[in-house]
């Protein structure tokens, strides 16, 4: 393995090199794309195991290596994204990148901020519940939840606390279902606007299931009703044409 890393890098410093003394031949805008390949190519070569500021995607420099802690994933290459959701129902409420892989306490605060922009209320919470990788967090006017906590902690409180874990296989469908294990997008805003889409569209998928399952109470038949709407929609579109 060591062997075939040397030959590679190797055959990729004479590309390197070769390429920088033939770059007065070219165009402009083209020295200055060339440029910009040669400057990931360099930072390639140059680092090393160990290195912290690793470039891991030529297409996508933001990629930073997340490590999990988990036996069957215990790496991921990507951004890190803050998914804020209601208790009960389980609906997204703020979705946010956060490049850099910062610890995740100092994302909370970010977190909280944009779920008080997107419901309209321009505060946080009042209470906020979250895993022990916050642990020593203080946001002042947030009561700040976590597992482990034996003070002042109701039988209502550790009933809130343990619903906690049910965020884990939302985004578990969000990512297999939303694709969120899988941005189109490129770069950091790229990031951003991809991860409120797949919150979004999550909400879009928990609505259905929510109107499927009224529909199977009452009697309804899901496929007319659905047949209804569209309907109704398209003579709504041809009315206002």
């Known amino acids: 393995m060591c062997q075939a890393v040397r030959t590679l890098r190797s055959r990729v410093g004479r ?3 070769d390429v920088q003394r033939q770059l007065g031949a070219l165009s402009e805008s083209a020295r200055v794309k ?3 390949l040669l400057q990931c190519t360099e930072r390639i070569l140059n680092q090393r195991p160990r290195y912290k500021n690793k470039l891991y995607a030529l297409h996508a420099p933001e990629v930073e290596c997340i ?3 988990k036996t069957r994933t215990p790496y991921e290459f990507g951004v890190k994204v803050s998914v804020a959701t209601t208790l009960k129902e389980g609906l997204v409420m703020g979705m946010r990148s956060m490049p850099g892989n910062p610890y995740d306490g100092h994302t909370l605060a970010e977190a909280l901020e944009q779920v008080g922009i997107l419901t309209g209320t ?3 919470p009042a209470t906020a519940i979250v895993d022990k990788g916050y642990k020593g967090v203080q946001i002042e006017g947030v009561r700040i939840l ?3 906590q034996k003070r002042s902690i109701t039988r209502t409180l550790k009933a809130m606390i343990e619903r906690r874990s049910a965020i884990e296989p939302g985004i578990g469908h969000m990512k297999m279902e939303g694709r969120l294990d899988r941005n189109p997008l490129k770069g950091s805003l790229g990031d951003a ?5 797949c919150g979004a569209g999550h909400n879009l998928r928990l609505i259905m299931a929510a109107l499927w399952l009224c529909c199977v109470q009452f009697g309804l038949s899901p496929m007319v009703i659905r047949a ?3 309907q109704q929609s398209f ?3 041809s009315a206002t044409t």
């Open 15 to 17: 590309v390197h090199r």
């Open 34 to 36: 060339i440029q910009e």
């Open 67 to 69: 490590s999990k802690g």
């Open 122 to 124: 321009n505060r946080s």
């Open 146 to 148: 976590m597992p482990g």
């Open 193 to 197: 606007i991809y991860a409120v889409m």
């Open 228 to 230: 209804l709407l569209t």
């Open 235 to 237: 003579s709504h579109q």
